[in-house]
């Protein structure tokens, strides 16, 4: 069973910048094949894909929405994968989630569609104020 964990999620002004963390418990370094990707759920809409991965071919996907803004990072030996939130606004606000599927991410309509993901972290939640 894969277990994810985030953490990070605060408050912050329009403009400020957070940091979220994704602890996982499988090896997502050199050799493996996961898709490891960012998921936010506002109040009333539907989850959306932020950013994905892959561990294979360590491609990068990003929704329009956040290019320019959030980047991506990975450190092996924690078993870590991190999110960097930058220039954040009020319509960043949601629920933030983790989630990873023993696959390759091909191309950026698969990587960031939910449906492609059978492990889930349990959220951490993004506050951005005007």
């Known amino acids: 069973q894969v277990q994810l964990a985030e953490s990070g999620g605060g408050s912050v002004q329009t403009g400020g910048s957070l940091r979220l963390s994704c602890v996982v418990s499988v090896y997502i370094g050199i050799g493996s094949k996961w898709c490891m990707g960012w998921f936010r759920q506002a109040p009333g809409k539907e989850r959306e894909g932020v950013a994905a991965f892959s561990t294979s071919s360590v491609r990068q996907y990003y929704a329009d929405s956040v290019k320019g803004r959030f980047t991506l990072s990975r450190d092996y030996g924690k078993k870590t994968l991190y999110l960097q939130m930058d220039s954040l606004k009020p319509e960043d606000t949601g629920m933030y989630y983790c989630?990873?599927?023993?696959?390759?991410?091909?191309?950026?309509?698969?990587?960031?569609?939910?449906?492609?993901?059978?492990?889930w972290g349990q959220g951490t939640q993004v506050t951005v104020s005007s």
């Open positions: 989630a990873a599927d023993k696959s390759d991410c091909d191309g950026v309509s698969e990587a960031l569609d939910k449906y492609e993901y059978n492990y």
